[in-house]
């Protein structure tokens, strides 16, 4: 459980450190988001996950994450062998930059969520803090 919850973690910095880049890059932006996609292994099997960060200019933080979904068995032996996922997807399912498209979540689900659909709830999560500022 320990290892489980240090990559989590390490996929939400992950998420906070992108943004913290793309507020160098644009600081008089009224938001900054970086976003962090990650793996966890439970009982020895990958669930897919991302992480969002969303930054003010009063420093305020939000996060939010998506829900999780389990990978394929061939997809998940390829990751224990050292694949990247995006390699992984284009190995198992035949395609060529698939991660750049609709990714694992697309191919999945026929394109019923997209990579969109994915991300969408968890940047709404990651706004809370701003629409409702008085609560944070």
């Known amino acids: 459980m320990c290892l489980i919850n240090q990559l989590v973690n390490e996929t939400k910095q992950g998420a906070t450190n992108r943004a913290e880049v793309c507020k160098s890059e644009y600081p008089n932006a009224d938001f900054y988001v970086g976003l962090e996609g990650g793996l966890e292994k439970i009982e020895g099997k990958y669930w897919v996950f991302a992480w969002m960060c969303v930054l003010g200019k009063q420093n305020v933080r939000g996060f939010g994450r998506t829900g999780s979904f389990l990978l394929p068995p061939k997809v998940s032996q390829l990751i224990d062998h050292g694949e990247e996922l995006g390699i992984a997807t284009d190995k198992v399912f035949d395609d060529t930059n698939s991660k750049y498209k609709g990714g694992i979540i697309g191919i999945l689900t026929n394109e019923n969520i997209t ?22």
């Open 115 to 136: 990579r969109k659909d994915f991300y969408r709830n968890a940047l709404i999560f990651a706004l809370i803090p701003f629409v409702k500022s008085e609560l944070y």
